[in-house]
T-cell receptor
Framework: ETGVTQTPRHLVMGMTNKKSLKCEQH?????MYWYKQSAKKPLELMFV???????ENNSVPSRFSPECPNSSHLFLHLHTLQPEDSALYLC??????????????FGSGTRLTVV | AQSVTQLGSHVSVSEGALVLLRCNYS??????LFWYVQYPNQGLQLLLK??????LVKGINGFEAEFKKSETSFHLTKPSAHMSDAAEYFC????????????FGGGTRLMVKP
């Protein structure tokens, strides 16, 4: 167990569906992240939260909506997705958002397929 | 500004051969450097890290990396590749007291031939 738990591990959804990805950590970390990993592309940072406040949003389409109700939980709400949104979505956490000698702890990811 | 370059998006070695994955960074202040490994359909797992202690860092699964300030490099090595080492490897950099988040390289896919 990595310490960061993502559910579900796999998700297939139609373009008109609404679904949510969940991430949970009990490491005492104050920062949480969503990354998108597509085939043959670098890791893309989507959202960053520090102490439940969004501090970065890297021009992500509005069909992706993050939510951080507390420092242990992070959600990614999905609606009206496109096939090109199919990817591995990774959640990560760290003690703070900057100056981390321990790096980030990643979850196992959610493999999303949009049909 | 900080950045990381991983030379070679794909590296292929024979089982038992030396593994060398290259990482160069750019930084105006002393860095923290990391190597992560990602197996198929898994998240990234920390392999090893450099945080200004010993320049030769040993990690899990027999991997090690050497911080060379003069070459701004942090290459990952393993003396003898195993089939189970086939995965994608990411180098990452951040700093102390510089207000930076982690910056990842583009990744190197390691293939191990029998």
């Amino acid at each position: 167990e990595t310490g960061v738990t993502q559910t579900p591990r796999h998700l297939v959804m139609g373009m008109t569906n609404k679904k949510s990805l969940k991430c949970e950590q009990h490491l005492g970390h104050n920062a949480m992240y969503w990354y998108k990993q597509s085939a043959k592309k670098p890791l893309e940072l989507m959202f960053v939260y520090s102490l439940e406040e969004r501090v970065e949003n890297n021009s992500v389409p509005s069909r992706f909506s993050p939510e951080c109700p507390n420092s242990s939980h992070l959600f990614l709400h999905l609606h009206t997705l496109q096939p090109e949104d199919s990817a591995l979505y990774l959640c990560a956490s760290s003690l703070t958002i900057v100056d981390n000698p321990n790096g980030y702890t990643f979850g196992s990811g959610t493999r999303l397929t949009v049909v | 500004a900080q950045s990381v370059t991983q030379l070679g998006s794909h590296v292929s070695v024979s089982e038992g051969a030396l593994v060398l994955l290259r990482c160069n960074y750019s930084s105006s202040v002393p860095p923290y450097l990391f190597w992560y490994v990602q197996y198929p359909n898994q998240g990234l797992q920390l392999l090893l890290k450099y945080t200004s202690a010993a320049t030769l860092v040993k990690g899990i699964n027999g991997f090690e990396a050497e911080f060379k300030k003069s070459e701004t490099s942090f290459h990952l090595t393993k003396p003898s590749a195993h089939m189970s080492d086939a995965a994608e490897y990411f180098c990452a950099v951040t700093h102390n007291n510089a207000g930076n988040m982690l910056t990842f390289g583009g990744g190197t896919r390691l293939m191990v031939k029998p």
